[in-house]
């Protein structure tokens, strides 16, 4: 019975595995990146990226933690589609393609070689996180700007709060306004 059970979780993890990186256009390298910039220092680079591999090569399962975490990256990742399907993008005479969302504007800034740069500025305060990797095509590039607005504005929360949390993306932002 045990050996079945490990059979199935290890078929259900790499499907798993497969659909995140597929949806996300990660590979393992940029998927356990992705793992590490989400976590606190428990979780190394390096251990998740071994995880990762020894995964989809069908030699072990996922501890039920990387399990959960990557279907809840799964569930953000088609929320962040479908945000940014129906967003309403209008393009300047620049060609930088812009929205709101949250009291967000998010700017796609076409660059070289048909890739993308992802900008966002929280206009209350006139915060920007730090800039995500340049994308490769505009449908992605859309998607990650959702990715990084919940990253952000999670961040926020959680320092409006008076969590303990160290937001991850660099500058910290000023204090946002009470509603």
Not at 47 to 61: D, H, N, P, V, Y
Not at 63 to 77: E, N, S, Y
Not at 101 to 114: C, H, M, N, T, Y
Not at 117 to 146: C, G, H, M
């Amino acid at each position: 019975m045990d050996e079945i059970r490990e059979s199935y979780w290890k078929h259900q993890d790499s499907q798993l595995l497969d659909r995140v990186m597929s949806s996300m256009g990660f590979g393992p390298s940029a998927l356990a990146k992705r793992l590490n910039e989400m976590a606190d220092d428990g979780w190394e680079e390096s251990s998740c990226l071994r995880a990762i591999q020894r995964a989809r090569r069908g030699e072990t399962s996922m501890t039920p933690a990387l399990r959960l975490v990557l279907q809840g990256l799964d569930r953000d990742w088609r929320r962040a589609e479908r945000a940014a399907r129906e967003a309403a993008w209008t393009e300047g005479t620049d060609g930088i393609l812009r929205t709101m969302a949250r009291d967000f504007e998010i700017s796609l800034v076409p660059q070289r070689k048909s890739r993308w740069r992802v900008n966002l500025q929280y206009l209350k305060a006139k915060y920007s996180p730090s800039w995500i990797e340049w994308q490769d095509d505009l449908e992605t590039a859309k998607i990650r700007a959702f990715v990084q607005l919940d990253d952000t504005w999670l961040d926020m929360r959680w320092q409006e709060e008076g969590e303990d949390f160290p937001a991850k993306s660099g500058q910290q932002p000023e204090e946002p306004a009470k509603a």
